[in-house]
């Protein structure tokens, strides 16, 4: 398992637009990917999973990328994060 934190900087958190390119962006990789934001977690390929978070701006979060390919994932996602979120 590969993990990195992250801070969101998105002025409105992971709202619906960005939640939306979030899953489709994960939903590409063979990973699973677990978003955790304190004592709540999701899966990043499921959007209601996402949304249930709450995520606002200044939160910080955990991704956690499980799987043949975690390494590569990773960074996928987070180079996802810095360009977006």
């Known amino acids: 398992m590969v993990s990195f934190t992250y801070v969101i900087r998105d ?3 992971i709202h619906a637009r960005p939640g939306g390119l979030l899953v489709q962006e ?3 990789l063979t990973s699973n990917i677990t978003i955790i934001k304190g004592a709540k977690s ?3 390929k499921r ?3 996402v949304m249930n978070l709450a995520v ?3 939160d910080k979060i955990t ?3 499980e799987g043949e390919n975690e390494t590569a994932d ?3 996602m987070k180079n996802f994060f810095k360009q977006n979120l």
């Open 63 to 65: 991704v956690q990328v």
């Open 42 to 44: 999701g899966d990043a």
């Open 56 to 58: 606002k701006k200044n």
């Open 26 to 28: 994960a939903g590409r």
């Open 47 to 49: 959007i209601f999973s």
């Open 74 to 76: 990773a960074e996928v």
């Open 11 to 13: 002025e409105l958190g």
